[in-house]
């Protein structure tokens, strides 16, 4: 099974702060990496897909990057609505089994 | 726009079988480019993908739920539905149904808890 690490679990920002981070696969997993956004009681959103695609209607701060095993997730300038938490989550299985990062909770400095 | 609605029991009693569906409006499942799936979050932590189902039956499922987990489509209702069974209190969660491709979720039900309690 591929086990997906993210770093940090957690992180204090301020709004026009520049936010990254980091999910590690235990294997390679090419670039099969998806982003989601979660806010409280609300489902996961996509942000970015194949690692490094913006879906569609996401704003272009978010950026993603990364290959292999080592992924980075970027907001260029956090804004107020940018404040949740945050998952990676990789496709690379055949048939498909999918795993997710434990998250990332950014919140308010 | 595509919306999937979860429906089933809110509270299920220790050793019994967790029943939901998913029911999908503004698209058809019977579509050729996705798949339907089921993940669950526990209260306070992160996701876990339990299964999913492709519309000609084919299934996929969680090793680590396999033995539990049981998922069907019912193509003329527009609607699929997971059975979990010999739940204890760890598979209390909010459940989520969603659509994805070969790679991604894209649209996600709204989510409903499920509490296992006597």
């Known amino acids: 099974d591929i086990q997906m690490t993210q770093s940090p679990s957690s992180l204090s920002a301020s709004v026009g702060d520049r936010v990254t981070i980091t999910c590690r696969a235990s294997q390679s997993i090419s670039s099969y990496l998806n982003w989601y956004q979660q806010k409280p009681g609300k489902a996961p959103k996509l942000l970015i897909y194949a690692a490094s695609s913006l879906q569609s209607g996401v704003p272009s701060r978010f950026s993603g990057s990364g290959s292999g095993t080592d992924f980075t997730l970027t907001i260029s300038s956090l804004q107020p609505e940018d404040f949740a938490t945050y998952y990676c989550q990789q496709s690379y299985s055949t048939p498909p089994q999918f795993t997710f990062g434990p998250g990332t909770k950014v919140d308010i400095k | 726009q595509l919306q999937l609605q979860e429906s089933g029991p809110g509270l299920v009693k220790p050793s019994e079988t967790l029943s939901l569906t998913c029911t999908v409006s503004?698209?058809?499942?019977?579509?050729?480019?996705?798949?339907w799936g089921w993940i669950r979050q526990p209260p306070g932590k992160g996701l876990e993908w339990i299964g999913s189902?492709?519309?000609?039956?084919?299934?996929y499922y969680n090793p680590s739920l396999k033995s539990r987990v049981t998922i069907s489509v019912d193509t003329s209702k527009n609607q699929f539905s997971l059975k979990l069974s010999s739940v204890t209190a760890a598979d209390t969660a909010v459940y989520y149904c969603?659509?994805?491709?070969?790679?991604?979720?894209?649209?996600w039900g709204q989510g409903t808890l499920v509490t296992v309690s006597s």
């Open positions: 503004g698209g058809s499942i019977s579509s050729s480019s996705y798949y």
């Open positions: 189902i492709y519309y000609s039956g084919s299934t």
């Open positions: 969603a659509r994805h491709t070969y790679s991604l979720f894209d649209y």
